[in-house]
Nanobody
Framework: QVQLVESGGGLVQAGGSLRLSCAAS????????MGWFRQAPGKERQLVAA????????YYAGSVKGRFTISRDNAKNTVYLQMSSLTPEDTAVYYC???????????????????WGQGTQVTVSS
């Protein structure tokens, strides 16, 4: 099983940017789909963005499309989430997750993930 550690969260003003990182260890994530989720207080966990093995396929939730960019560096075993034009509605704990998949397809983006990080808090002030 892969271990995931998120970093890069913090407090930012509305309109600002943050880049989250997710460092993997234990196994290489080259054959894993990777996802970023978030959970705000009192709300369900939401898939924000996902990326396939090679990065060729990505998914974004409608609320972040055009503002967030997911990317990966398999050589560094790291996945990133670049967030810009942040609003207070983006305030949440952000989690990185990994799913072992059999192909470089976007169809694995939904459903259960195998491994989760501990989360990093993102707070956007108005």
């Amino acid at each position: 099983q892969v271990q995931l550690v998120e970093s890069g969260g913090g407090l930012v003003q509305a309109g600002g940017s943050l880049r989250l990182s997710c460092a993997a260890s234990g196994r290489t994530v080259g054959r894993y789909a990777m996802g970023w989720f978030r959970q705000a207080p009192g709300k369900e966990r939401q898939l924000v963005a996902a990326i396939s093995w090679s990065g060729a396929n990505t998914y974004y939730a409608g609320s972040v499309k055009g503002r967030f960019t997911i990317s990966r560096d398999n050589a560094k075993n790291t996945v990133y989430l670049q967030m810009s034009s942040l609003t207070p509605e983006d305030t949440a704990v952000y989690y990185c997750a990994a799913k072992s998949t059999s192909s470089d397809s976007s169809r694995y983006f939904f459903g259960d993930y195998d491994s989760w990080g501990q989360g990093t808090q993102v707070t956007v002030s108005s």
